[in-house]
């Protein structure tokens, strides 16, 4: 088991910037990738940036060059610096970890709780 733990949503104006934090614990030895995902009012949650294992990013192309997702690998925690904030970028962010698992040669897939992000004048 995974446990991701995020902190640093809220409410932003317009232009602002947030940095969020996933901090993990558990059985954190054969996470592969984690990454931020989002999930607007109405909307299907969508992919916001992942990291891998061996540092490679991949981010969603409305994302790109505004946030930037980083590790801390002494604190086994990931962030996602957000920047030039826009009010569509308000949404829910979720943590999640794809840990590999050897003896079913699958991945499975963990999630934080999700903080909130608000962008609003």
């Known amino acids: 088991q995974v446990q991701l733990v995020e902190s640093g949503g809220g409410l932003v104006q317009p232009g602002g910037s947030l940095r969020l934090s996933c901090a993990a614990s558990?059985?954190?030895?054969?996470?592969?990738?984690m990454g931020w995902y989002r999930q607007a009012p109405g909307k299907q949650r969508e992919l916001v940036a992942t990291?891998?294992?061996?540092?490679?990013?991949n981010y969603a192309d409305s994302m790109k060059g505004r946030f930037t997702i980083s590790r801390d690998n002494a604190k086994n925690t990931v962030y996602l610096q957000m920047n030039s904030l826009k009010p569509e970028d308000t949404a829910v962010y979720y943590c999640?970890?794809?840990?590999?698992?050897?003896?079913?040669?699958?991945?499975?897939?963990?999630w934080g709780q999700g903080t909130q992000v608000t962008v609003s004048s």
């Open positions: 990291i891998t294992r061996g540092g490679s990013t």
């Open positions: 999640n970890a794809a840990v590999w698992i050897a003896t079913m040669n699958r991945f499975n897939s963990y």
């Open positions: 558990g059985s954190i030895f054969n996470i592969n990738a």
